[in-house]
């Protein structure tokens, strides 16, 4: 919950400072997915915390009412009285722990939480050792929301990481990849209507070297990926000790 307030409290601040612009470019909208992840998270553990309590408090009725009742049942008729049949028929084996599949929220939140990770991840690693060495130096300085867009949501993601218990499979960069793959369709869109520029040059249509860029941006997709897997893969080999 503190999460998706500081998220959100930081989103709003941006949004407030510099305009709706900032929702063109590709980091705000992995700021605003993982916005989204913690806000369903708290959403979903509220929920879940209610419905174990109600849960509780109708075992505790129910118990405290047997225990009022007693718990001698009359025998019918047809059951027999003799007192070695009852204590074999009495003992009744532990079921196994049922394993309960996800519902349809629980697929979805595992889903945002791996588009959130390869994104935050791409977003991170291009502004870091891209962006900023390279470009964004040469034109302005670093300022408070700046550092946060492309820092606060990856140490809050990490912190969540360690904690959840979230599967992570490989196969799943699929959403993280068809995320990128909207963001880029929503950009051509924009530039077949408006002629304006480009939030980042290397999605620049126009330049000879396009293809390129468009190729290495899709393969940087599997290494950010895997890292986070990689991290995932760590945490629970180190629990598993």
């Known amino acids: 919950m503190m999460s998706f307030v500081v998220l959100l409290a930081l989103l709003i601040a941006n949004v407030a400072v ?3 612009g900032i929702f063109y470019f590709y980091t705000q909208w992995t700021f ?3 916005t989204i992840y913690f806000g369903l998270g708290s959403s979903l553990s509220i929920n879940g915390c209610c419905k174990h309590n109600k849960v509780d408090g109708n075992a505790v009725y129910r118990a405290n009412l047997d225990a009022e009742q007693g718990s001698y049942v ?4 047809g059951e027999s009285l003799d007192m070695s049949n009852m204590s074999k028929t009495s003992y009744t084996p532990e079921e196994p722990h049922a394993h309960h599949t996800a519902g349809v929220w629980g697929f979805i939140f595992q889903i945002i939480f791996q588009m959130c990770a390869g994104a935050v991840t791409l977003t991170d690693c291009i502004f870091w050792l891209i962006l900023y060495p390279f470009l964004t130096a040469k034109e302005y300085d670093l300022d ?3 550092v946060s867009m492309h820092s606060i949501n990856a140490v809050l993601l990490l912190g969540d990481t360690v904690l959840n218990c979230l599967r992570f499979p490989m196969f799943r960069i699929a959403y993280f990849v068809l995320w990128t793959a909207i963001f880029v369709i929503f950009q051509w869109l924009i530039h077949a209507c408006v002629s304006t520029w480009w939030p980042y040059p290397f999605l620049d249509l126009s ?4 293809p390129l860029w468009y190729l290495g941006v899709g393969l940087m997709h599997v290494p950010c990926y895997g890292i986070f897997a990689l991290i995932v893969r760590s945490k629970h080999i180190l629990l598993s000790k």
């Open 207 to 210: 330049s000879p070297y396009s």
């Open 32 to 34: 605003v997915l993982v």
């Open 74 to 77: 009359v025998p019918t008729l």
């Open 144 to 146: 408070f929301y700046i």
């Open 18 to 20: 510099a305009g709706g």
